[in-house]
Structures are given as C-alpha cells and as structure tokens.
C-alpha cells in the first residue's frame, strides 16, 4: 500500500484558528481535518498514514523545532511521498509549507507536493530552494479551490510516490522552479524561431522558451560622512591578481575570490601584477594595474588627509567578474561583506570593469 | 542576385598524390597541400590526415572549420578580400564539398596573456558524448596541422591560418570544376509574394575594436566601431563574412563553415515564399562600451531594419557579457517602430541550470527560442588516436594553467570547449526547459 503524509497548520487539521496559532507540532493518526478531503481524493490508491500540524505562528518562531519534531514524524511514518497544503493566500502557511518540504526531501530523500496561490509569499521560498524534490501547484485564492487542489496533489503525490517521472512545469502544471534542462526537441531551432515570429506578426498565441526574469533591485548606500575617520577597503571586478595569477582564476565564471596585501606598497609596479578577465583587453592595465586597483591614487589621498591615517585596509579584494553567474557573485559578495565587516571597515571603493 | 549553390558530397578522403573528385571519393594531393601551406614562411612542420565519425579520434588545436567552396560564374570569387578580389559576390554559380570539412589545427601561443583578444583553440571527438553534442562530429574532416613561426602578433598569426586553410578548402573545391553536381540550390530573393510579411534577420556581433581582429571580417575587413548594415544572404554562401582565427569556433565564437551555412539564414530561405518574404540580413556590431553607444547602434539597426520595410525580425548574435544589453536594446527599439521580434539565443544558467539564464532582459523580449546552455559540464572517455598540434591541451585559456594530456579523458566544465558544442543560431534540436 502507497503510504502518504499530510501536512498542514492548526487551522486546516480542524483544531482552531488564529487563537490556536501558536501550537506546537502534533501528529493524528490517519487522516483529519483537511486530510480527510485528501484521503478522499486518494481513495484505495494510497493511505494518509498520519497528519501533522502546526500553528502557523509557533512554526516560524520555532522554526528548528518544528521541523525536527516534523522530520521525525516523518521518518517514522515512513511515506513515499509527502503532501503539504495546500495554502491558497495564506503567507504564513504557504512559507511553512515549502519549508518543510526542503526539509523532508533533503534529510529524508521524499518527494513531496505542496500547493498555493501564485502571489503566496511561499512562491519565493519555492524558487529560492529550487529543489529538485519538491514541487509546488497552483491553487485559487481561497479555499473556494479546496476540492480542486486536492484533486490535483492527489493524483501528484501518487505519481510521486511511485516515483514516476516527473516532466517539464508546462507538461506538468506545476509553478516552474527556475530550473532549466537541456532536451532535445524534434525541430531545430531555426523553425521553432521562424514558427514563433510568424504567429507574432499574425497576433496569434505564441509561447516563449525563456520567461522574463525580474531582478533584485540594489539601492544605493547613504553617501559616508566624515569619509577621513573611516576605514576605507578596495574592492574590484577588474581581474587585477599577483603576476603568474597564483590562486588561479579563470578568465571567466569564477566562484572564488581572494584578498591581496598592500599594506607595504606604495604603488603597484608594472609587471608585478597582471589582468585576468576575459571581459575587456587587458593589455592596458597590464601595463598599469592601477585602471584596475587605485592605489597610487588613495596613497596620494592619504597624503592629502582626505583618507585617515591607517584607514586603508591593508588589501584589496579581487574576482574577475567576466561571465559570473548572478547567484555566485550574489554570494561572493555576501563573503566579501562579510569578511569586511569582521575587520570594521566602513567604506568601500568598489572598482569594476 | 541569384547563386546557384552545386553540391558535390564528399563520403571519402584519400590522401594519395594527386587531386580528383569522382563517386563521392576525393582524392588529395597531400605533399602538394603541404607545399601549398609551407609557401607562407610564417608557418612550419604542416601535415594532414583524415578524421571519420565514429573514429575514437580526439583533434586538437582547432582554429576554425570551413567548407571548400569554389565560384564557377558570377564576379569575384569565394572569401572575396581574403582569397579573391574585393568585388560583388553572391551571384553565379558556386560548387561546395559538402559533408567534409578543413579544420585549420595550429599551434600557436599568443602575445597576449588573456582577455577577450587571448588566442585560444578547440578540440573535437569524433566518437562519444563529445560527438553527440558537436554539429561537427558526422562530418569527414581534412585535418591540417601545422606551427605557426614563434614570435608572431597575432593578426600575422591569423592571417597565415586564415590564408592557409581557405587556400586548401579552395583548392579541394576546384577538383569539381567542370562536373556535374549531385544537386542544384538556386537562392534568390527577387521574387516576392505580396501577401506574406517581410521578414529580416538582425545578426548581432560581438567586436572587440581595440583588438587587431575585431573578430568579425567583412569582405576581409574587420568590422569595428561600425553602424549596421545591410547583407544580402549569398553573399555569406560565398564567404564574406569571416572570422579570427586564434579565436574562433571555442565559446560563443562561430566557426567560417557556420558562416558559410548559416542556420537561420538557410531555414529564411526555406521558408521564402511560402509562409515569408526574407528581407535579407542586417549585419550588426554590438558591445558598444557605454551606455550611449549601446542605444545608437540598437536604434541605427532598427533604423535600418524599419527602412527595408521588415515586419518582423529574428534577432541572434554573437557574444557573450554586456553584449547582450545591446542585444536587448535592439530588440526594444525594433519593437517600438512596430517590428515583431524573436530572439534566438544560448542560454547560461549554471550546471544545474539553476542560475540566470541570460545576463539581461527587457520587457519587449517576449519571444525568445532557447538554443540550449552552454554551462553543461562533460566527462569525455580516452581516445586512441589524437590528430592536431598538440598531446597536452589546455582547457582554460588562463595564464598559468595546467595542461592535460589530449589523449586521456578529459572532464570540461563547459560545452563551448568542443568546437560545435554551443549552438549559437538555431541549428540544432537542444533547447532548455523549464522544471
């Protein structure tokens, strides 16, 4: 028999609603609450062998907690494939549900299905995990979409826990988690590309093979007062390295980044420093590092009083940033904040290329 | 302007001592090929073999593929400014070799250290899941090896490639001179059907102008820090448009051949008359270096495009990085004259596929066709046999990197590595899919 756990918050295992938001994680035996709806959907094919719940509050202030105590009703309920939700407009509920999802299919190996509205806050969670296990359907706004809902994570955690083949969000109906794969199609691209302006020209429905991507916005920091008390440290995309480029970046597409003193140097001597960055001709700051790393520069302010004695961080901080992928340089950059603030610098002068 | 392209298909390459076509077989005059590329002094030690699909066979030191080609009719002749005179061509009669290629495979140094101008090469399995994934690996290669003199800048060394594979491809051409070919393409855009949309192609192109090769070459000049312009399709049928050699065919660089037989360009064709009017091509610089630049170039080739009339035009390119902002702001400019857009492009998107697909986007670009991703990582098996210059490769085209034997297996981190394994125009049947 197909074994199925069903997760849901207090409200939806029928034990109250916002005044009972913050209960602990408990689990019934079989099926309760929303499940039964579930169970019905299931039908013979599979058994809810438990129901776990959780207040809606209590899962986010407690949120270790509660996964722990989730994971380990899990692993003794022993299912095949979990079932959270669904969630409709509820945030709170819908975040919850995708993390215990990660949870259980990163510690436990389980597929697992949850469903929500597409404007749940939960969505974000969903596509920043990306998880190849998890997966998340679309629901109506309100439980008004109940039995529908249900339908649909019914057939899903089936599918699942026979651990059938899963395609691609469109064949599938599933929100798509920003996951790309290579396939193979029967038809070039050239005809699939000459099909598509076509049905363009005539206003007739076309779908693209790549959706639009919306981009975090970075708002630029406050302007630094008193800029001469502060501790100043550099920062570049340039490629500027050590010549012989030690620590062996590439050209393009780095993961690593790596800090170099200049706490002796005056100035940064032709030959001594070369460029690594696939992005631009790097035969003119090969002949002067400095395009890249101002130091003659900031030396000349520090003589000036503009930068504060011993303010200059002692090194600089390089990755070439030709080609980087967004979401490695987006942690890049959080090491490299990190590592700054750890040594109390204030500001920085960030030099890209 | 009407070419007739006549296919001679080429299923054999005997290297024997003298030149003939005849049954599929072409005969090669290999000690004359050889005396042909040792006349340039720039260039030593050359030799040739033969590469078969199929073959556990890995070629390394890969600088570009091309298609032998040879005009019977019309003015000028193939790789006019490069090989023939600067004149018209496009029009006549033009014979091709088809199924084989000449890959130049030198070695070659390079002056510079890195950056966008860094000499680099390819390679290419003729068996395995290398094989699968390159548009090459089902063609018989001509393989010619050689060194280039040390010392050499670059635009010599490019020069001395270009010149020695383009003199071979033509000479293996002209082994069909007065032969009847297997099949007659007849390409012309005169006729037009008044009812079905006018449809160009903007072909976006990554130009390095600092650089002694820009890395596109119209009738042998490099484009540089041009506005658009206007291509008749033929035109690129009989090589007018080239590329740098020490750079091309790895990463998002075409090769000559892919010129030659442009995707996009052969699929217009195809539908010329029937569902389209093709407009013909505008050949377009992108990565302008500021912000100013990006716009101009992107509104001039709109410009342009609106001046021939287009109603919708297929967008690709070459590039990769903030190229791509250009790209999308041709995209726009096209849609605000009023001109339909689909984008055909690689795609990025990490190994697991996970990460940005593309680098930049605007709102207008709401179709786009996806040529599959470039950051795929592959394990390729040993081979028995390495054909090329060199028995240590490097992957990475960075200073200090550690070759690795050529003949092991060998494990890349990206497609771009095999010469074919990108596929910049549409050519192929990848594409990625949303999970």
């Known amino acids: ?353 | 302007m009407k070419l007739e392209i006549a296919e001679f298909p080429v299923k054999q390459i005997r290297l024997c001592q003298r030149f003939s076509y005849g049954n599929q077989l072409l005969e090669v005059d290999e000690p004359g090929l050889i005396n042909l590329v040792l006349q340039d002094p720039r260039i030593s030690d050359a030799s040739i073999a033969v590469a078969m699909p199929g073959e556990r066979t890995r070629i390394t030191g890969i600088r570009d593929i091309v298609e032998p080609r040879h005009k019977v009719s019309g003015s000028g002749q193939v790789f006019p400014g490069i090989l023939g005179p600067i004149e018209d061509v496009g029009d006549g009669r033009t014979h091709r070799l088809s199924g084989m290629t000449v890959i130049a495979a030198a070695e070659y140094e390079g002056t510079i250290r890195a950056g966008t101008t860094v000499q680099r090469s390819a390679i290419l399995d003729m068996f395995g899941p290398g094989a699968k994934i390159s548009r090459f690996s089902s063609h018989i290669h001509l393989v010619v090896s050689f060194r280039i003199v040390s010392g050499l800048a670059e635009l010599e060394a490019h020069t001395a490639i270009q010149l020695a594979e383009y003199k071979i491809a033509h000479r293996l051409a002209q082994t069909t001179v007065g032969l009847s070919p297997e099949k007659i393409v007849t390409y012309e855009l005169d006729k037009l059907e008044p009812d079905l949309p006018n449809v160009m192609l903007v072909q976006g192109c990554i130009t390095d102008p600092q650089h002694v090769h820009s890395g596109v070459g119209y009738y042998g000049l490099s484009l540089r820090d041009s506005m658009a312009t206007f291509l008749h399709p033929n035109e690129l049928f009989d090589g007018a448009v080239t590329v740098d050699t020490t750079r091309s065919g790895r990463g998002y660089y075409p090769t000559t051949l892919d010129w030659q037989n442009h995707p996009l360009v052969l699929a217009l064709y195809e539908a010329h008359g029937q569902s389209l009017n093709f407009g013909g091509i505008i050949l377009q610089r992108i990565r302008f270096e500021t912000y100013h630049g990006k716009e101009v170039g992107a509104q001039n080739a709109a410009r342009l495009a609106h001046a021939m009339k287009a109603d919708g035009v297929l967008v690709t390119w070459i590039g990769g990085g903030n190229a791509f902002v250009d790209v999308m702001f041709t995209i726009r400019a096209c849609e605000r004259k009023g001109i339909k857009t689909t984008l055909v492009t690689y795609e990025n998107g990490g190994r697991e596929g996970k990460d940005s697909p593309v680098l930049f986007y605007v709102s207008e670009a709401n179709a786009v066709v996806s040529t599959g991703s470039l950051d795929r990582t592959l394990a390729l098996p040993a081979m028995d046999k390495v054909i090329g210059p060199y028995e240590e490769i490097k992957i990475f085209p960075f200073p200090g990197a550690a070759p690795v034997s050529a003949r092991e297996p060998l494990s890349l981190e990206a497609r771009d590595v095999m010469i074919g394994g990108a596929d910049l125009w549409g050519q192929g049947t990848w594409k990625c899919v949303e999970y």
């Open chain 1, 1 to 353: 028999m197909t074994t199925i756990v069903h997760v849901v918050n207090q409200f939806f295992a029928g034990l109250g609603g916002e005044d009972r938001a913050d209960m602990p994680v408990g689990v019934i035996e079989g099926s309760a609450g929303a499940a039964r709806g579930l169970q019905l959907q299931l039908g013979e094919e599979a058994k809810i062998a438990s129901t776990i719940y959780y207040g809606d509050n209590y899962f986010h202030e407690h949120k270790e907690d509660a996964l722990k105590a989730i994971l380990e009703a899990v692993r003794s309920a022993q299912p095949q494939a979990l079932v959270a939700g669904p969630a409709f407009n509820s945030g709170r509920y819908g975040v919850s549900c995708v993390e215990v999802c990660n949870a259980i299919a990163n510690a436990l190996g389980i597929s697992c299905v949850t469903a929500m509205h597409q404007e749940n806050p939960g969505i974000g969670t969903y596509l920043d995990f990306a998880n190849t296990r998890v997966y998340c359907l679309p629901t109506a706004e309100t439980t008004a979409g109940m039995n529908d809902a249900l339908k649909r994570m019914a057939k899903f955690a089936i599918r699942l826990a026979h651990d059938e083949t899963v395609g691609s969000a469109q064949q599938e109906g599933y929100i798509p988690r920003g996951i790309r794969r290579l396939e193979q199609t029967n038809r070039p691209g050239a005809e699939r590309a000459i099909e598509m302006l076509l049905k363009k020209i005539k206003n007739e429905p076309f779908e693209s093979e790549l959706p639009m991507e919306v981009w975090d916005e970075a708002p630029p920091a406050p302007p630094l007062a008193q800029v001469k008390e502060r501790r100043i440290a550099l920062v570049t995309t340039s490629g500027v390295v050590p010549w012989g480029n030690p620590d062996r970046f590439k050209t393009y597409r780095n993961t690593h980044w790596r800090k170099y003193n200049i706490a002796e140097l005056k100035e940064l001597e032709p030959g001594k420093w070369e460029t690594v960055h696939g992005g631009y001709n790097v035969a003119y700051m090969n002949q002067n590092p400095h395009y890249g790393v101002p130091l003659d520069a900031l030396r000349s302010l520090e003589s000036e009083g503009a930068i504060g004695p011993g303010k200059l961080y002692p090194a600089y901080y390089v990755i070439p940033g030709n080609q980087g992928s967004p979401a490695v340089m987006r942690r890049v950059g959080q090491e490299i904040a990190a590592d700054l603030k750890k040594d109390n610098v204030e500001g920085v002068l960030f030099v890209a290329t």
